[in-house]
């Protein structure tokens, strides 16, 4: 789907039948170069790792996050926010979130997730337990750059496995059945329900980056997404640790 054929109606329903939206070219070209100049700038050409060497391992998923909206980070800068303010006040996406998640619904602070080359990708997860089908959070992905089989980095994502329960347990990376591959553009928007089985392949282009502006319906806590379910392990980020073995 592309942004020619936008009709909220049809988006939403298809978000709740299949737990996944793609949409490409949702935002235009010069504010994506806005937006990925701000993230080549802030990461450089060889960030450090912050998440504990432990989750590194284990998790298979090889991540660098920033919060560039949160004041709170050492790093905040209000132009740099601003940035990523006006990409999440794009009315399209506002109205499209408000009819998938209803009324009151809220954001959480956006995070850049950069991949170094030849890393990993992120194993097979879903970013909050799916015991309770009420309470999880909206990934809203934007893509500031195209990214093709050659480039690795793509995401991947299960149908309709947002109504499937826990993620069994299995090989971190595995190409499941039913599988979808989503090679995003510049531009494109990913709409990706906590409680889908989702992973990113391989990095193999020099650096890999995504922009997670996370959301949740009324009444949701905000660490919704504090535990991650991965195919080996429940994480807590919080306390960095590993709080069920699987
Ligand atoms: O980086 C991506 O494309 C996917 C990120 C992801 O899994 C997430 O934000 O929860
Ligand atoms: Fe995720």
């Given at each position: 789907?592309?942004?020619?054929?936008?009709?909220?109606?049809?988006?939403?329903?298809?978000?709740?039948?299949?737990?996944?939206?793609?949409?490409?070219?949702?935002?235009?070209?010069?504010?994506?170069?806005?937006?990925?100049?701000?993230?080549?700038?802030?990461?450089g050409d060889d960030p450090a790792y912050r998440h504990e060497e432990a989750f590194l391992a284990r998790s298979k998923t090889e991540v660098i996050p920033?919060?560039?909206?949160?004041p709170e980070m050492p790093d905040y800068l209000p132009e740099v926010a601003g940035v990523f303010d006006s990409l999440e006040q794009d009315s399209r996406l506002v109205d499209l979130t408000g009819a998938i998640l209803g009324d009151a619904w809220s954001p959480l602070y956006s995070m850049?997730?950069?991949?170094?080359?030849?890393?990993?990708?992120?194993?097979?997860?879903?970013?909050?337990?799916?015991?309770?089908?009420?309470?999880?959070?909206?990934?809203?992905?934007?893509?500031?750059?195209?990214?093709?089989?050659?480039?690795?980095?793509?995401?991947?994502?299960?149908?309709?496995?947002?109504?499937?329960?826990?993620?069994?347990?299995?090989?971190t990376h595995e190409d499941l059945e039913n599988q979808v591959v989503i090679s995003p553009r510049v531009g494109t928007l990913v709409m990706l329900h906590g409680h889908t089985w989702h992973r990113v392949t391989p990095i193999k282009s020099?650096?890999?980056?995504?922009?997670?502006?996370?959301?949740?319906?009324?009444?949701?806590?905000?660490?919704?997404?504090?535990i991650c379910v991965y195919r080996n392990m429940l994480y807590r980020f919080s306390t960095a640790e590993v709080i069920e073995e699987r």
């Open positions: 789907m592309n942004s020619d054929n936008f009709d909220p109606r049809s988006l939403v329903r298809s978000f709740w039948e299949q737990g996944y939206l793609v949409i490409h070219d949702f935002f235009p070209e010069h504010v994506m170069a806005e937006a990925d100049r701000e993230i080549r700038s802030y990461f920033w919060f560039p909206q949160n850049v997730m950069f991949s170094r080359k030849g890393t990993v990708g992120q194993a097979w997860h879903q970013d909050c337990p799916p015991e309770d089908s009420s309470r999880f959070n909206l990934n809203r992905l934007v893509y500031t750059r195209s990214l093709s089989p050659d480039d690795g980095g793509e995401v991947v994502v299960i149908p309709c496995s947002h109504r499937k329960g826990m993620l069994p347990t299995g090989e020099d650096f890999r980056f995504s922009t997670n502006f996370r959301a949740c319906p009324q009444g949701t806590p905000e660490n919704i997404t504090d």
